[in-house]
């Protein structure tokens, strides 16, 4: 059973930077994919970005295009550096696990969820 623990959220101001961490375990390092997900307050739950076992393959959302990088620091940790930050950014942020091989923009393919770390970007 693949677990996932987050942190690294906090209160920012507009502009600044946050690099939350997604901690994984129960796999090996070669058979999951992981994705950042962003829920605002009343809002649906929206992809984020997302980085492939495959070298190379990554998503992310056009909002964060430019801004936010995700990227593997090991084996079990996935981290997202948000640049940039702007008020829209605000939401809890889950961190996500699949082990299809399918596109990682396909919403529906992760089926394993942290509890999330809040981001919170103040103006």
């Known amino acids: 059973q693949v677990q996932l623990a987050e942190s690294g959220g906090g209160l920012v101001q507009v502009g600044d930077s946050l690099r939350p961490s997604c901690v994984s375990s129960?796999?090996?390092?070669?058979?999951?994919?992981i994705a950042w997900f962003r829920q605002a307050p009343g809002k649906e739950r929206d992809l984020v970005a997302a980085?492939?076992?495959?070298?190379?393959?990554y998503y992310y959302a056009d909002s964060v295009k430019g801004r936010f990088t995700i990227s593997r620091d090991n084996a079990n940790m996935v981290n997202l550096q948000m640049n940039g930050l702007k008020s829209e950014d605000t939401g809890v942020y889950y961190c996500?696990?699949?082990?299809?091989?399918?596109?990682?923009?396909?919403?529906?393919?992760?089926?394993?969820w942290g509890q999330g770390t809040q981001v919170t970007v103040s103006s």
């Open positions: 980085i492939s076992w495959r070298p190379g393959n």
């Open positions: 996500a696990a699949t082990r299809s091989g399918a596109s990682l923009g396909r919403v529906g393919i992760y089926d394993y």
């Open positions: 129960g796999h090996t390092f070669s058979d999951i994919s």
